[in-house]
């Protein structure tokens, strides 16, 4: 397993905000003490070129420049276009880690699902896994799947890669709930919306059906959007999974030969380590 980490991504933060350092940094200790054989790499940050696939020149110097807070999730943190470029470039490096056959990790913040061609929303500013989308299929990549099973409807993911030849965008999310988009499925993009406080089991069919979608496509890459906050014991949301479940999908990774890699997205729990490592660990074997 490779895991890509900048550890300046915990340099930024704002008071009593659930996206916060502790995510990655405990994280990345979890990881280090139980897996030493693990890689790590520091990686590059995106080029302006792979930013520009998914985003305006007028939101790259938005988040550059930010000034004002983007909306009350989305503050202008103290350098947050370089941490975002970051992010958005250890997403990249993690594709062509994968597309080389690695089992890549990004373990980085802030998180992209949310992200909009011209503006950051939900903690995110750009769209990291869909910014890494792009890049693989402008490499040769064939086909490109997006499988996104955080608690939240990967509304910004779906609206880049709508559209767009050889991509699927599939979300497994709660709904009701933020932002309130991903009811209906159409062209490449998938929805499979989950009640609030549903059993896990019924999260876990979902989640399996989401996945065989997936497989269906044939996709020569898969890019997991990993959230972390449909556990049980997440602040944020109203979902079901154990700390188990998330090993289940590192599981169903493992298991198929596609070519894949992952990206942090949410998960604000302070068992969020765990979580991550159970699933790395099931995806490793
Ligand atoms: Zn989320």
Same mark, same amino acid.
């Given at each position: ?63 550059? /420049? @930010? $000034?004002?807070?983007?909306?009350? #999730?989305?503050? +202008? =943190?103290? %350098?947050? !276009?370089?941490? *975002? ?54 490499? /040769? @990549? $064939?086909?490109?799947?997006?499988? #996104?099973?955080? +608690? =939240?409807? %990967?509304? !910004?993911?779906? *609206? ?55 497989? @269906? ?8 959007? +990993? ?59």
């Amino acid at each position: 397993m490779l895991i890509l980490q900048d550890p300046r991504c915990v340099e930024y933060a704002a008071p009593g905000h659930p996206e916060a350092p502790f995510r990655v940094r405990d994280t990345a200790a979890l990881l280090r003490a139980e897996h030493p054989g693990w890689e790590w790499r520091e990686p590059a940050r995106a080029s302006d070129e792979d930013l520009l696939r998914v985003h305006s020149p007028e939101h790259l110097r938005a988040v550059a /420049g @930010a $000034g004002e807070d983007f909306d009350a #999730d989305t503050p +202008a =943190h103290p %350098g947050i !276009g370089e941490h *975002a470029r970051r992010a958005a470039g250890a997403a990249l490096d993690a594709m062509r880690a994968a597309l080389g056959g690695q089992k890549a990790f990004s373990l980085m913040r802030p998180p992209g699902h949310h992200a909009l061609r011209d503006r950051a929303m939900g903690f995110c500013y750009f769209g990291n896994v869909a910014v890494a989308v792009l890049a693989a299929r402008a490499g /040769g @990549a $064939g086909r490109v799947a997006v499988w #996104d099973f955080d +608690a =939240h409807h %990967g509304n !910004g993911t779906e *609206a880049l890669l709508h559209g767009a030849e050889g991509t699927l965008a599939v979300s497994i999310h709660q709904w009701p709930g933020w932002p309130g988009t991903g009811t209906k499925s159409f062209d490449n993009c998938r929805n499979f919306p989950v009640a609030p406080h549903a059993p896990p089991t019924r999260h876990l069919e979902i989640l399996e059906r989401s996945w065989e979608e997936v497989l @269906a496509f044939q996709p020569d890459l898969v890019l997991v959007s +990993a959230g972390f906050d449909a556990y049980a014991g997440d602040p944020i949301t109203q979902m079901s999974l154990r700390a188990e479940d998330f090993a289940t999908l590192g599981r169903w990774l493992r298991e198929a030969s596609q070519p894949a890699a992952a990206a942090l997205e949410g998960g604000y729990a302070r068992e969020l380590p765990r979580l991550v490592e159970g699933f790395l660990a099931a995806w490793a074997g």
